[in-house]
């Protein structure tokens, strides 16, 4: 009784909280003129959100847009993340395999960016895709995966969306305590960071509830899903929360809610470019029909197919599987990859360090010895010799870090090192000059010391005469 009344305080106080602050140009605008980095995926983060679950095609239309911002630019974050709502425009109005396509190119592209709350966003669409075709085991690991990057990015709306989808993967794979202790998390987080996800939560915490048996606050949780998705005309949570409630009904062994509510979520779908969602609700309507009414049969079972074969045929599951395969592929070699530069800039460090030592140790040896006379010429070759390998250790070691911070630039690291360089060329001098006083000093004590040797034997050989 406590959860329900909670359930209904928030959604009283809560009555318009899924339209959008901001329209999507204000958003664009100001997308354009953005520099940081973090700041940038936070405006991708609600540019993202405006289309979804509306209309796939202003969500393809946006992935577009910044799409061209990123390309004018150069901008990997801009390309990575235009390539990961364009994705997910696909895959929402029915088209799973170029929305997969682009997913990766998406991914390869965050790669690069290497940007950790992009990463896990663009995980988190791709394992959509394994989702939506009840694919657990792939969507488990690659929404994992999107968690430890969610983890270390710092948008704070990115770091739901895996925690989220992982209690529906346990919901599932029918294990409830995990999946109601994650869609839990979820759901309390996203009441005071980012509320448009509440209604896909509620009806998946309806799910859980069913299960277990809580039967009335499992009815609560579906219709406060629903009436949220009504009045925010988002027809897919419409149609997920309908058949969700149709197969609480189905476990009740209530026949006909299940059959309401099944044809409540075709409705919710029949004129849009959300069709495709058919294929649940009318195979469960086709399956119960089957035995009582021949024509609801052959009727709900043609809504079926035609909605089975654009979405979920034998061949474009065959495609799928086979891009799975390709881009595990490329990650296991992408990470191979990684591993060997890695290795490689670690012995050229090491390398750097050793030539640096030796150098060091000449010139020191040379200013130090009392015996040995040496040219200056020779200090200040070996000085050039040691400023070059000092700034290309510092290059070595910075590389990654200057990467990250110029974001590929070409033209901001050229600036970085010439930074780099300005600092060490003044402190090289001073070295230099100090190397050079120091060696001057030492060898003219040597002369006088060789002179005086030289005096003290010629006044001895007198006397032996």
Same mark, same amino acid.
């Given at each position: 009784?406590?959860?329900?009344?909670?359930?209904?305080?928030?959604?009283?106080?809560?009555?318009?909280?899924?339209?959008?602050?901001?329209?999507?140009?204000?958003?664009?605008?100001?997308?354009?003129?953005?520099?940081?980095?973090?700041?940038?995926?936070?405006?991708?983060?609600?540019?993202?959100?405006?289309?979804?679950?509306?209309?796939?095609?202003?969500?393809?239309?946006?992935?577009?847009?910044?799409?061209?911002?990123?390309?004018?630019?150069?901008?990997?974050?801009?390309?990575?993340?235009?390539?990961?709502?364009?994705?997910?425009?696909?895959?929402?109005?029915?088209?799973?395999?170029?929305?997969?396509?682009?997913?990766?190119?998406?991914?390869?592209?965050?790669?690069?960016?290497?940007?950790?709350?992009?990463?896990?966003?663009?995980?988190?669409?791709?394992?959509?895709?394994?989702?939506?075709?009840?694919?657990?085991?792939?969507?488990?690991?690659?929404?994992?995966?999107?968690?430890?990057?969610?983890?270390?990015?710092?948008?704070?709306?990115?770091?739901?969306?895996?925690?989220?989808?992982?209690?529906?993967?346990?919901?599932?794979?029918?294990?409830?305590?995990?999946?109601?202790?994650?869609?839990?998390?979820?759901?309390?987080?996203?009441?005071?960071?980012?509320?448009?996800?509440?209604?896909?939560?509620?009806?998946?915490?309806? *799910? $859980?509830? =069913?299960?277990?048996? #809580?039967?009335?606050?499992? /009815?609560?949780? %579906?219709?406060?899903?629903?009436?949220?998705? !009504?009045?925010?005309?988002?027809?897919?949570?419409?149609?997920?929360?309908?058949?969700?409630?149709?197969?609480?009904?189905?476990?009740?062994?209530?026949?006909?809610?299940?059959?309401?509510?099944?044809?409540?979520?075709?409705?919710?779908?029949?004129?849009?470019?959300?069709?495709?969602?058919?294929?649940?609700?009318?195979?469960?309507?086709?399956?119960?029909?089957?035995?009582?009414?021949?024509?609801?049969?052959?009727?709900?079972?043609?809504?079926?197919?035609?909605?089975?074969? *654009? $979405?979920? =045929?034998?061949?474009? #599951?065959?495609?799928?599987? /086979?891009?799975? %395969?390709?881009?595990?592929?490329?990650?296991? !070699?992408?990470?191979?990859?990684?591993?060997?530069?890695?290795?490689?800039?670690?012995?050229?460090?090491?390398?750097?360090?050793?030539?640096?030592?030796?150098?060091?140790?000449?010139?020191?040896?040379?200013?130090?010895?009392?015996?040995?006379?040496?040219?200056?010429?020779?200090?200040?070759?070996?000085?050039?010799?040691?400023?070059?390998?000092?700034?290309?250790?510092?290059?070595?070691?910075?590389?990654?870090?200057?990467?990250?911070?110029?974001?590929?630039?070409?033209?901001?690291?050229?600036?970085?090192?010439?930074?780099?360089?300005?600092?060490? /060329?003044?402190?090289?001098?001073?070295?230099?000059?100090?190397?050079?006083?120091?060696?001057?000093?030492?060898?003219?004590?040597?002369?006088?010391?060789?002179?005086?040797?030289?005096?003290?034997?010629?006044?001895?050989?007198?006397?032996?005469?």
């Amino acid at each position: 009784m406590k959860n329900l009344l909670f359930l209904f305080c928030f959604l009283l106080c809560n009555h318009t909280p899924f339209s959008q602050s901001q329209p999507v140009d204000s958003l664009l605008q100001k997308l354009a003129i953005e520099k940081n980095e973090d700041k940038k995926v936070d405006l991708i983060v609600s540019l993202f959100l405006s289309g979804l679950d509306k209309d796939p095609y202003l969500t393809i239309q946006t992935g577009q847009a910044i799409l061209k911002q990123g390309q004018e630019n150069n901008d990997l974050i801009k390309e990575a993340s235009a390539y990961c709502i364009l994705g997910t425009g696909y895959r929402i109005s029915g088209n799973p395999i170029r929305g997969l396509q682009v997913q990766q190119k998406a991914l390869q592209l965050a790669e690069k960016a290497n940007n950790f709350s992009l990463l896990a966003m663009v995980k988190n669409q791709m394992a959509h895709t394994y989702r939506d075709r009840d694919d657990w085991e792939n969507a488990f690991k690659i929404y994992s995966n999107g968690l430890d990057d969610a983890v270390k990015g710092k948008n704070v709306v990115i770091k739901i969306w895996p925690v989220m989808n992982l209690g529906v993967c346990y919901l599932n794979l029918n294990k409830l305590d995990s999946a109601l202790r994650y869609l839990q998390r979820a759901y309390e987080s996203s009441i005071t960071i980012n509320q448009w996800d509440i209604p896909y939560m509620l009806w998946n915490l309806g *799910s $859980v509830h =069913s299960k277990m048996g #809580n039967s009335l606050l499992a /009815v609560s949780y %579906f219709n406060m899903s629903i009436q949220i998705s !009504e009045s925010s005309k988002r027809y897919r949570q419409l149609n997920f929360a309908y058949t969700g409630l149709a197969e609480h009904f189905q476990r009740m062994n209530l026949q006909d809610s299940c059959i309401l509510y099944l044809k409540k979520a075709l409705e919710a779908v029949q004129h849009t470019p959300f069709f495709f969602m058919s294929v649940k609700p009318s195979k469960m309507l086709a399956d119960l029909y089957e035995k009582s009414n021949c024509d609801s049969t052959l009727k709900y079972a043609n809504i079926y197919k035609i909605a089975n074969d *654009s $979405v979920f =045929s034998n061949k474009i #599951n065959l495609e799928i599987q /086979v891009m799975t %395969f390709d881009e595990e592929l490329r990650q296991q !070699e992408s990470t191979a990859e990684k591993n060997k530069d890695e290795e490689q800039r670690k012995q050229n460090i090491q390398y750097a360090l050793l030539a640096f030592g030796i150098i060091a140790f000449i010139i020191l040896f040379l200013l130090l010895s009392r015996s040995i006379i040496t040219n200056t010429k020779l200090i200040e070759f070996l000085g050039v010799i040691a400023l070059l390998i000092v700034f290309e250790f510092l290059n070595l070691l910075l590389h990654p870090f200057l990467e990250r911070v110029t974001n590929h630039s070409p033209a901001l690291m050229l600036m970085a090192l010439v930074c780099i360089a300005a600092l060490l /060329v003044p402190l090289h001098h001073r070295l230099q000059k100090w190397a050079t006083l120091k060696l001057v000093e030492k060898n003219k004590q040597i002369r006088l010391a060789a002179a005086k040797k030289t005096i003290e034997q010629l006044e001895r050989k007198p006397d032996n005469l």
